[in-house]
Structures are given as structure tokens and as C-alpha cells.
């Protein structure tokens, strides 16, 4: 017939692992002759592109002998050192050019052994070093200048005087302008990326029910993608609940004056979900500290404590 079968993957699913152990061996074992050097790495992914995915899935031990054949270490030591090479075109770029997923499906397998293999992290922090981190570099400075104009908005230009009467047209017009960014530039940006991972969830049905009956799409789970929506629900009530567009039709004597007696009823409240959206914005910017492994260190440990403080809190409240 004209179907392929795969012995390697035949030996998997039918629960012989030591046989497939000796195929990956054999395949990744390197040999010579006079001619030339033979080495099954390109044949193996080649023929099973998804490989470590499968592995994951299905014969999570096999994944240390793969990773190991993936190695090649000389035997000849020159002042204490010894040259090693790192076979991971194929974890880096699949065949047809694109970016693998091999990190992605290590990420989910969530085996701390595995990713600490010497060929994880060497493709890893290729990927970082020469490609992630400039993309994530450049989203986090953009969010932090969003950071920024929000704080000027917020919590510098308006709280200049004492006494509302002090205040310019001249720092009206600057909150008006900051504040008309934060909404555009932040706001606008956030909504759209929400909508379309929640939507891209929904469709492909990764959706997980909470209490066995609310679907929530699975990307909430996320600490950043939640931040990032409370954000967004913390923007858009700000804007129902700006000052200056309800003072725009009240005739104040200054351009773009947030006194009035229309917003007087709602300026706490304003402050109140501004004071909850710079929050935010503060714990959303926690991710940069993968640019360090102590501050992730750190940030691991406090997170770790912060729940258990939480139940000791609670705990003493239900006692209380």
C-alpha cells in the first residue's frame, strides 16, 4: 500500500521504549570512514518533524537520550577545555523555514530536568540572545513611556497647585493631551490584542469551564494576558468616567477643565480605578526582569511567599 509507517513511532505507541531508546541511539551515534561522516540527526527530523512533541506526549524518558545524541564532545582536551558541538538546526527552524516549536512544546511538558539540559538551553538562549529579547525589549519600553504619560496625567501635571484655581490652560491641555494617548495609544492596543486571543481561544475551543459551567478562554490563566485585561476594563471605565469630557459642555472659563459640577459625583470614583489602572501598570512591568536571573529569583520567591501569606491571612480572619 501507499501508507508509511514509522518503526520508531510504532515502537511508542506500542510500549516498547527500550527499542525506541536503541533507535535514537543508533540513529544519533556518529560514524566515519574514509569517505565520509555519517550522523541520522537531519534524517531523524526530517522524518519526524514533530518528534519532540510526540515525545512529550507519549515517552517523556526518551526525551534526555535525544537531547544527549544531539551532543558531540571531542576527546582531546586543550587547557582544561574541550571543544563541544550543539546539533539544534532543527529545534531552531523546522523544514520549511519557520520558527520551530520545540520550546513551546518543552514549556508544556513542564519537566525542570529537560529544560536545564545543556542543548535546551543552548537554543534558548540563542533564540533570546539574537531574536526574543530585542522584540520584548522594544514592547516594554513602549509600555513603559505608555507608564509614564499615565503617571504625568495622573499623578504629576494635576496635583502641581494646591488650590484648583492655580491651575494653567496651558497644564490642562498637557493632562488633555497625555490622557488622549494613554486611551489611543494603550488602551485601543490592549482591547484589540484581548479580543483577538480571546477569540483565537474560543474558536480553536481552548477554553476551560470555571466551576464546570463559565468557559473561560484558557489564555486568562496567563498572570500577564489577565493583568492585561483588568488593565484594559480599568481603562475604558476611566474613559466612561473622565472629567473633562463631562466638562466640555458645562462652559468652564478654561480649555479642557476637569471642574465642573457634572464631574463632581464621579471624580472619586475616577480616582479610585485610575489609582487600580497604575497598579497595574506596575505589576505588568514585572516581567522585565528576565533580563536578570536574580530579580526572576527574587520575584519567584516573593510570589511563592505572597500565597501563603494569603491563606495564613485568611486562616486568621476565618479565626478572628
Not at 39 to 55: A, E, K, S
Not at 103 to 115: G, H, R, S, T, V
Not at 219 to 242: K, T
Request: hydrophobic fraction near 50%.
Amino acid at each position: 500500500g501507499t501508507q508509511s509507517i514509522s518503526p520508531f513511532y510504532w515502537a511508542i505507541e506500542s510500549g516498547s521504549l527500550v527499542t525506541a531508546q536503541a533507535m535514537i541511539n543508533d540513529l544519533l551515534t556518529i560514524r566515519a570512514d574514509r569517505d565520509n561522516y555519517y550522523y541520522g540527526y537531519d534524517d531523524l527530523f526530517m522524518r519526524h518533524p514533530d518528534v519532540i512533541q510526540r515525545l512529550c506526549a507519549d515517552a517523556a524518558n526518551l526525551l534526555w537520550p535525544l537531547l544527549d545524541g544531539l551532543v558531540w564532545r571531542s576527546r582531546t582536551v586543550v587547557a582544561g577545555q574541550r571543544r563541544v558541538n550543539y546539533y539544534v538546526k532543527h529545534l531552531m527552524q523546522d523544514s520549511e523555514g519557520k520558527m520551530n516549536q520545540a520550546m513551546e512544546w518543552l514549556a508544556k511538558n513542564k519537566d525542570p530536568k529537560i529544560i536545564c539540559h545543556p542543548v535546551v538551553v543552548t537554543f534558548s538562549d540563542v533564540f533570546w540572545g539574537q531574536l526574543a529579547n530585542q522584540y520584548f525589549l522594544l514592547g516594554r519600553l513602549y509600555f513603559l513611556f505608555t507608564l509614564i504619560v499615565f503617571l504625568f496625567s495622573q499623578s504629576i501635571l494635576n496635583h502641581l497647585h494646591s488650590k484648583a484655581a492655580d491651575e494653567t490652560e496651558e497644564e490642562y491641555i498637557a493632562i488633555f493631551v497625555c490622557r488622549v494617548f494613554v486611551y489611543l495609544g494603550s488602551m485601543t492596543r490592549l482591547l484589540f490584542q484581548q479580543t483577538v486571543l480571546a477569540l483565537t481561544d474560543c474558536r480553536s475551543g481552548n477554553v476551560t469551564k470555571l466551576g464546570g459551567i463559565l468557559p473561560i478562554p484558557s489564555y486568562l490563566f496567563s498572570f500577564q494576558q489577565f493583568g492585561s485585561l483588568m488593565l484594559v476594563i480599568c481603562l475604558v471605565l476611566m474613559l466612561a468616567l473622565e472629567p473633562v469630557i463631562h466638562c466640555m459642555g458645562a462652559g468652564t472659563d478654561k480649555l479642557f477643565s476637569p471642574h465642573c459640577k457634572e464631574a463632581k459625583n464621579i471624580k472619586d470614583a475616577y480616582s479610585v480605578v485610575s489609582a487600580i489602572a497604575l497598579l497595574l501598570y506596575w505589576l505588568l512591568l514585572t516581567d522585565l526582569t528576565a533580563f536578570s536571573m536574580r530579580f526572576s529569583a527574587f520575584l519567584l520567591v516573593i510570589g511563592r511567599v505572597a500565597s501563603e501569606v494569603g491563606l495564613f491571612l485568611g486562616a486568621l480572619v476565618y479565626l478572628i
